[in-house]
């Protein structure tokens, strides 16, 4: 598969059908060239290396440039081909990643080379270069993953392990393909040619030879380039958990702010608004953006005020001393923070049916994203939810699948979904809208065949034929690691403010001479934002809202706090009312 077109001379340039290769203007070059040097090529120059880190931002002023996928392997093929007034890379430039493809010189000509670091500043204080670079950049990152280029997973699909590398890569967006141990003959040669036991399965294969035996997703993280270091042990002044809307605000708001901010999510970027194909209500998009778009315009923004991303790194506890709190990891490391903001959102929840274990992540999903959209085109699929995110996954698929028919348990499409979505799922011509109607069984050998539903006012079983079932029944909280720690509502969301109020040890409040504010927990300093809060709004602004306000009132805490100055005393140390404030 290839996107370049081929004539008597070699291959030509690729239209850009996509919106993803535009062209620099005369001014954009210009100021381009300020920042860096202009460079001669010569013909089969590679200027970067799939798998090998991005050094430089390259505009070609002369000559074309081909970008290929395996180079010199089995599967090399056409990504696309450059020529003047083109840029090369793609979103790995700007997140820190390996790159995923290779790009030769072909006609020799003449390149403008920009630090990496440098072009990273640009795009954050060019608002028009930098959403011009963005755009391109995400629109390639989709056409790597449509292309399936990448690393591959070598894994059975009965394997929780595999499941587990997919998710992982599926939601940090990395190009990938799965190849299934158990139906793929090429994979089977594969495991055979790089001497790999069943029993070592899954295993990750990276630029071609490397083998990867069943990583975790912390070392899959390193080997692609993910930034995922481990915590320093120091302090900081605000620790994030949760890298969805709400997190990656409170990142943004308090890295701009001055604070040392990190923030740590266990398996990526973005939470339930990053699988997201389309969010049309958040203000400032009145076309829509997709959650990956949204996320990673949030991700960069959050570096641009060096806030310290840690992706995966899984927060395993939380404890008071001395008026800060110590974060574990579980990796064993430990940090230290004067405040924390908890943004970890929640699950999906899964669908309880017979016969459907064993098909989750082969033809049953939680999330509708490009990777799930690709494994379907041409087929019929089912959705089940009646919220908004079943809405607009049942409105991205019917983009790829032959039809798509959204099961509703309740009788009424407005009860939980937005009225657009409602207008527009009832409109579209592919969508059927089933309300009443539960799943009570899944069939199929390999693969998702046929759905037994239930019309559960009359009773009346059918079978529906699907290739494929996307599951948005409700979620749960990530807060099980909380239990002991704070406050919880019945259902395991945090409880914060005036419902914390009546739940929080007077002994450790006293001191402060105040309860918990509006968006704080059960314990001083630490605040829950987005959808993990109790009583929250389960939407992408509002979770955005609350990140925004988490960090003013970590400032007020602050405040608060550095009006209490330290004694020591027979019984340790304890805190004394100052009447004159201490020195951030």
């Given at each position: ?6 004539g ?9 059908q996509?919106?993803?290769?535009p062209?620099?203007?005369?001014e ?39 970008i290929l996928h ?6 090399e ?13 793609e979103?790995?430039?700007?997140e820190?990643q390996a790159a995923?493809?290779?790009?030769v ?5 003449e390149?403008?080379?920009?630090p990496?670091?440098?072009?990273r ?13 963005l ?7 989709y ?8 690393f591959?997973?070598l894994?059975?699909?009965y394997?929780p392990d595999t ?13 990938h ?5 158990e139906?793929?003959k090429e994979?089977e ?6 001497g790999v ?5 899954p295993?990750?294969l ?5 083998v990867?035996r069943?990583?975790?997703n912390?070392?899959?993280?390193r080997?692609?380039?993910l ?5 320093e ?19 943004v ?17 973005g939470g339930q608004?990053g ?6 209500n ?9 959650g990956?778009?949204?996320?990673e315009r949030a ?10 991303l ?10 008071p ?15 230290r923070?004067g ?5 970890s959102?929640v ?22 994203t ?6 379907c085109?041409?087929?019929?699929v089912a959705?089940?939810?009646?919220g908004?995110?079943?809405g ?12 798509v ?7 009424d499409?407005n009860?939980?979904?937005?009225r ?5 799922v009832?409109r579209h ?13 899944v ?15 009359s ?5 529906l ?15 099980e690691w909380?239990?002991?720690?704070l ?9 914060t403010g ?9 002994a450790?409040?006293a001191p402060l ?10 314990l001083?300093g ?10 929250s ?7 955005t809202?609350?990140?925004?306000m ?6 007020e805490?602050?405040e ?9 005393g ?8 100052s009447?004159?404030?201490?020195a951030?």
């Open positions: 598969m290839s996107s370049a077109e081929y008597h001379d070699g291959p030509r340039e690729t239209p850009d996509y919106g993803a290769f062209r620099l203007s005369p954009q070059l210009r100021t381009l060239a300020a920042h860096g040097e202009r460079r001669r090529t010569t013909a089969n120059e590679v200027l970067y290396r799939e798998g090998e880190p991005f050094r430089e931002f390259l505009a070609i002023l002369g000559g074309t440039v081909e395996d180079l010199g392997g089995p599967e093929r056409t990504v696309a081909v450059h020529g003047p007034g083109r840029f090369l890379g979103l790995g430039l700007l820190g995923f493809d290779t790009a010189v072909r006609e020799p000509g390149i403008l080379a920009v990496v670091d440098q072009q500043d640009l795009v954050s204080r060019d608002p028009v270069l930098g959403d011009l670079i755009r391109a950049y995400l629109n390639r990152r056409l790597l993953i449509g292309l399936g280029a990448g591959r997973i894994g059975s699909c394997s499941l587990r590398l997919r998710e992982f890569a599926a939601r940090n967006r990395l190009p393909r799965w190849m299934d141990l139906k793929d994979a040669a594969l495991l055979r040619r790089f036991r069943p029993e070592e399965t295993v990750v990276w630029k071609g030879d490397h990867l069943n990583p975790s912390a070392e899959l993280a080997i692609i380039g930034p995922a270091p481990s915590p042990a120091g302090r900081y002044d605000v620790m994030v958990v949760g890298a969805g809307p709400a997190g990656l605000a409170a990142a708001y308090g890295a701009s702010d001055g604070l040392t901010t990190a923030v740590i999510d266990a398996v990526a970027t608004a699988t997201s194909s389309r969010i049309e958040y203000l400032g998009f009145p076309s829509g953006v997709s990956g778009e949204l996320i991700v960069l923004q959050a570096r641009k005020f060096d806030a310290r840690m992706v995966p790194a899984k927060v395993t506890g939380l404890t001393q001395d008026d800060e709190y110590v974060v574990s990891f579980a990796d064993g490391s430990r940090a923070t405040a924390v903001v908890l943004a959102g699950r999906y929840r899964r669908l309880e049916v017979p016969g459907i274990d064993r098909l989750e992540g082969i033809s049953v999903y939680y999330a509708a490009v990777h799930e959209a690709s494994l085109q041409a087929d019929p959705v089940v939810g009646g908004n995110s079943a607009q996954a049942a409105l991205f698929l019917a983009n790829h699948a032959s039809t028919q959204l099961l509703v348990r309740g009788g499409l009860a939980d979904m937005s657009y979505l409602v207008d527009q009832e011509p592919k969508i059927e809208v089933l309300l009443h109607t539960e799943v009570r069984r069939f199929g050998a390999e693969k998702l065949e046929v759905l037994l539903v239930e019309d559960n006012t009773g009346r079983r059918s079978e034929r699907a290739a494929a079932l996307f599951v948005f029944i409700g979620a749960r909280p990530h807060t909380l239990r002991d720690v406050a919880l509502d019945e259902k395991g969301f945090v409880l005036a419902e914390a109020q009546p739940l929080a040890d007077p450790r409040w001479g105040r309860g918990p504010l509006l968006l704080e927990t059960t001083p630490v605040f829950a934002a987005g959808d993990v809060r109790s009583g709004v389960k939407r992408v602004a509002a979770a809202g609350e990140g925004a988490a960090i003013h009132l970590v400032h805490h602050r608060q706090a550095g009006n209490l100055v330290r004694a020591a027979p019984e340790g140390h304890r805190p004394v009312r009447s004159v404030p201490a951030d």
